[in-house]
């Protein structure tokens, strides 16, 4: 684990290099506050400091305060060297934003095991920060094939709708749905059902373009919403269309032909006034005239927008 040792004397600065560097760390030294700030801006910094209080230009309590105030979801974990030792002294260090404190001179026993917590927090502190982003995962994305799950999507297009109210733009909704799933899942398996649903994600990921949102609205149903131009709308339904039919999903020994219909209805908000239940009726309306007219299709609605 990187350490950043902030000491503006060169002995004390050499001799906790070599003592830390005994115990397993790999520190990077600053000579005062202003260059150990300086290191704590570069990519992938210490995130665990041993810094001096009295040091030349930025101290050391400065230079908690600085970090506690930047915004951080993953901050350092700070001990602050000192030669004061009054309980006023301590108090003012933890406040300042030091999470523990050791005054000098100090033994390198008592150094260690100070630095052994540090370590044992920013462990567990890394796993808290896991912990909140897989939550996270879990609440917006669906687990079988990695798209926005259905409230992500829908939360996402309420946001595209008033996105789409201040700029004025077209906004254009897209229910899609494998055509014959339940006859895929009847002749080759429900896993083959779950491999087609991922194989189906992947290939939307692959022909949508990075700005496109995409997710799963539930069972074999997709939600893609589109900000584009007319002229561009087309070209991507078709081409997500086509990277669905033209190759067969390979499934153990099977080659399975999957296809998707697609309704898509368009939103300008400068003349329409409808809301999300209502686009999202309408791109419904939109697939089943889809189905309706052969599948493998992509129908646009003919409402007023």
């Known amino acids: 684990m990187k350490i950043l040792i902030a000491e503006d004397d060169l002995t004390s600065r050499t001799i906790l290099i070599a003592v830390v560097t005994e115990w397993g ?162 002749t080759y398996g429900h896993l083959a059902g779950d491999a087609v649903l991922q194989e189906v994600s992947k290939r939307f990921k692959v022909s949508l373009r990075p700005y496109d949102l995409c997710g799963r609205y539930g069972g074999e149903e997709f939600l893609i919403i589109l900000n584009s131009e007319e002229k561009d709308v087309k070209n991507v339904f078709e081409r997500v269309r086509k990277a669905i039919a033209d190759e067969p999903f390979i499934y153990e020994d099977a080659a399975i032909q999957v296809t998707i219909s697609c309704g898509v209805t368009l939103y300008s908000p400068a003349k329409d006034n409808r809301n999300i239940n209502q686009l999202l009726a309408s791109a419904d309306a939109s697939l089943y005239g889809a189905k309706n007219t052969g599948r493998n299709r992509t129908v646009f609605s003919n409402d007023p927008s």
């Open 25 to 186: 760390y790999e520190p990077i030294a600053a000579e005062d506050g202003t260059q150990a700030l300086n290191v704590l801006q570069t990519d992938n910094p210490p995130r665990l400091l041993l810094v001096d209080w009295e040091m030349p230009g930025l101290s050391g309590l400065t230079l908690c305060k600085h970090i506690r105030e930047t915004d951080s979801d993953n901050p350092p974990y700070i001990i602050l060297l000192t030669g004061r030792s009054g309980t006023d002294d301590i108090v003012m260090g933890l406040e300042g934003g030091a999470n523990d404190y050791i005054s000098k001179p100090f033994e390198n026993a008592e150094l260690q095991a100070r630095l052994q917590v540090g370590k044992r927090m920013l462990d567990l502190q890394d796993e808290l920060h896991l912990a909140k982003e897989t939550m996270a995962i879990q609440a917006n994305y669906d687990v079988l094939t990695g798209l926005m799950n259905r409230r992500a999507i829908m939360e996402t297009m309420e946001r595209e709708i008033e996105r789409t109210l201040r700029s004025l733009q077209p906004l254009y909704v897209c229910m899609c749905d494998i055509d014959h799933f339940k006859h895929i899942n009847d």
